[in-house]
């Protein structure tokens, strides 16, 4: 039940209290139901403890649904390389039917883990 295990989650994260990084809560995301793709990505962007970070990157990307999911996935993809000099959200790539929609380093957030 990844709904129950997605609430289970979150439920963690309000009682402990613990500074969440943005990795790890899309990492939770993709077990979301969410009805649109890009809120898998805009819901984690007020939880994560690295907002204030994230919104004076030059790289910054704000909640915006004129853009396509494709440029979405890519920005906070981008970011997160660039913020965190490491590569660790990469292992969140998976084969989908869209694989051939995205650049190859950019995570699908819509695909179910």
């Given at each position: ?6 609430l ?105 883990a």
């Amino acid at each position: 039940m990844p709904a129950l295990r997605s609430l289970k989650f979150f439920s963690e994260l309000v009682k402990f209290g613990l500074p969440w990084d943005l990795t790890t809560l899309l990492n939770k995301s993709i077990q979301s139901k969410a009805s649109k793709p890009r809120d898998r990505v805009y819901s984690r962007l007020a939880l994560t403890s690295e907002l204030k970070e994230i919104e004076k990157s030059p790289l910054a990307f704000r909640a915006d649904y004129k853009k396509p999911v494709e440029v979405v996935f890519r920005d906070v993809t981008r970011h997160i390389i660039s913020s965190t000099g490491n590569l660790r959200i990469l292992s969140l790539i998976r084969y989908t039917p869209n694989w051939n929609r995205y650049t190859s380093w950019v995570i699908d957030f819509s695909a179910h883990a």
